[in-house]
């Protein structure tokens, strides 16, 4: 079955740029919703954006000026940038599939989640 | 902007009580956009429930959702240890949103 795996920098210092990649296996990413969610420590569920495999984008619109999503469908995997970042940025960073093809739905499944911290 | 209300924010009950948390959403949600998850410390979340009242693959039958337009329930109908857990409701759609979770505690 489809199983997502985050990698990217454990520690990124203010200001930065913070730069995820989200890799697929066991499917192909064509025809399907890909997402960012993440979650602040102790806190909820905080959605991020999502890329269509075509390329279109969606994000939050309280992170929209931050964030880029972007797709590389020949390596299977998507990415997310989020520039200046701030110590309220350090949270679990999850990528999570739509559940079904070409339209929305709920997410299913989701990756195991990579921590990131904000700090000098 | 749909603002989704999950209440109680704590629900404390004992093994074999049955447990019922409830979504609110501040607009109607459309199509049965709602699912359910549960999380455990340390993981990602897992579905529950999608469309409001459809189980997901592998999930017990004591878990059930139901509810329209904007008021959504959950209900364990006897709760096993491995259920304390805390369980966010979200509507998908053009705009994803979770609710901020409810936690069920022994």
């Known amino acids: 079955q489809v199983q997502l795996q985050e990698s990217g920098p454990g520690l990124v210092k203010p200001s930065a740029t913070l730069s995820l990649t989200c890799s697929v296996s066991g499917g192909s990413i064509n025809t399907y919703y890909w997402s960012w969610i993440r979650q602040s420590p102790g806190k909820g569920l905080e959605w991020i954006g999502y890329i269509y495999y075509t390329g279109s984008t969606n994000y939050n619109p309280s992170l929209k000026s931050r964030v880029t999503i972007s797709v590389d469908t020949s390596k299977n995997q998507f990415s997310l940038e989020l520039r200046s970042v701030t110590a309220a940025d350090t949270a679990v960073y999850f990528c999570a599939r739509e559940a079904q093809q070409w339209v929305r739905s709920w997410f299913d499944p989701w990756g195991q989640g990579i921590l990131v911290t904000v700090s000098s | 902007e749909i603002v989704l209300t999950q209440s109680p924010a704590t629900l404390s009950l004992s093994p074999g009580e049955r447990a019922t948390l409830s979504c609110g959403a501040s607009q109607s949600i459309s199509s049965s956009y709602l699912a359910w998850y549960q999380q455990k410390p340390g993981l990602a979340p897992r579905l529950l429930i999608y469309?409001?009242?459809n189980r997901a693959t592998g999930i017990p039958d004591r878990f059930s959702g139901s509810g329209s337009g904007t008021y959504f329930t959950l209900t364990i109908s006897r709760l096993e240890l491995e259920d304390f857990a805390v369980y966010y409701c979200?509507?998908?759609?053009?705009?994803?949103?979770f609710g901020g979770g409810t936690k069920v505690e022994i």
């Open positions: 469309d409001v009242s």
């Open positions: 979200q509507q998908y759609g053009s705009s994803p949103l």
